[in-house]
């Protein structure tokens, strides 16, 4: 059996929002980053008060100090994720994003590409994994082949797709 599918960018995290944290480094990176970017703007804000206060300013003097500190930490914030987003995506029509070929057989899987054709034994296969709108073919804890459901004509054709994937992945363990 032998089907054609697109994976987008889309595709792609979409996967690395189902598997969390597990994804690497650039997650756990950009959380780490807020999270101190937050305490420092948090330390800023609570000083500026603090001094303001010992200094006789009233209270209202003061907010528009922290109003600036949180603007500034939500731009940060926001600077830091679409970085990480974009440093850490594949690339159009290299190795995980574009047109793949699946073709099933007795043997294994074989998925080729615009550059590449990789043939995986069933054994490879740890787990298959399905969301609404994905079937993840897990090779390790955070690496899977992503098939989009929108990639098959039918509810039925995706079915059988997925039905022979882990018959023939359990029959290989």
């Known amino acids: 059996m032998k089907h054609s599918v697109e994976i987008t960018i889309e595709d792609f995290w979409a996967f690395s929002d189902h598997v969390g944290s597990r994804s690497g480094p650039p ?13 420092a703007f948090s330390y800023t804000a609570v000083h500026l008060i603090e001094t303001g206060r010992t200094l006789g300013y009233e209270f209202g003097d003061w907010v528009a100090g922290p109003g600036i500190i949180v603007l500034l930490f939500v731009l940060a914030v926001f600077v830091n994720w679409k970085y990480a ?11 995980v994003l574009g047109v793949k070929l699946f073709d099933i057989s007795d043997k294994g899987l074989t ?5 590449s054709v990789t043939d995986y034994e069933w054994s490879a296969i740890v787990s298959v994994d399905e ?3 994905h079937l993840f073919l897990f090779l390790d804890s955070n690496v899977a082949l992503i098939v989009p459901r929108r990639s098959f004509a039918s509810t039925s054709e995706y079915d059988e797709f997925r039905s022979q994937v882990e018959e023939l992945s359990a029959e290989a363990v």
Not at 85 to 95: E, I, V
Not at 111 to 115: A, C, F, I, T
């Open 27 to 39: 997650r756990n990176l950009s959380l780490t980053a807020n999270v101190l970017l937050f305490a």
């Open 131 to 133: 969301t609404d709108d």
């Open 111 to 115: 998925v080729s590409g615009k550059r």
């Open 85 to 95: 987003r974009t440093a850490y995506s594949p690339k159009p029509d290299r190795y």
